[in-house]
Nanobody, 124 residues
Framework: QVPLVESGGGLVQAGDSLRLSCAAS????????MGWFRQAPGKEREFVAA????????NYAESVKDRFTISRDNAKKTVYLQMSSLKPEDTAVYYC?????????????????WGQGTQVTVSS
């Protein structure tokens, strides 16, 4: 088991920045590829970003490329999602997820462990 706890969500205005954090406990964090997904009301969960277990490879959804940055600190067992130039359409619950020795997959079924999510609301 790899419990994941997200934090950092909130209500911001369009154009603002926000940083999400996801802290892991249990397991060997550095062995897990980490990802962020999001789900807006009435929509399916969608891929946002992922980072390899060593941090050398990242993958982004086209909709967030050049605005969001995923990073990790293996010593702190934490993965981050720095979000800038936020838009109302970024409003969603953001979920952190982990995949043992995984690659930076954009498919939710590749990830075994999921956090409870943190709400991000962007007002126009």
């Amino acid at each position: 088991q790899v419990p994941l706890v997200e934090s950092g969500g909130g209500l911001v205005q369009a154009g603002d920045s926000l940083r999400l954090s996801c802290a892991a406990s249990g397991g060997t964090f550095s062995n897990y590829a980490m990802g962020w997904f999001r789900q807006a009301p009435g929509k399916e969960r969608e891929f946002v970003a992922a980072i390899s277990w060593r941090g050398g490879t990242t993958n982004y959804a086209e909709s967030v490329k050049d605005r969001f940055t995923i990073s990790r600190d293996n010593a702190k067992k934490t993965v981050y999602l720095q979000m800038s130039s936020l838009k109302p359409e970024d409003t969603a619950v953001y979920y952190c997820t982990a995949d043992l020795f995984g690659r930076t997959s954009s498919a939710s079924y590749d990830y075994k462990y999921w956090g409870q999510g943190t709400q991000v609301t962007v007002s126009s």
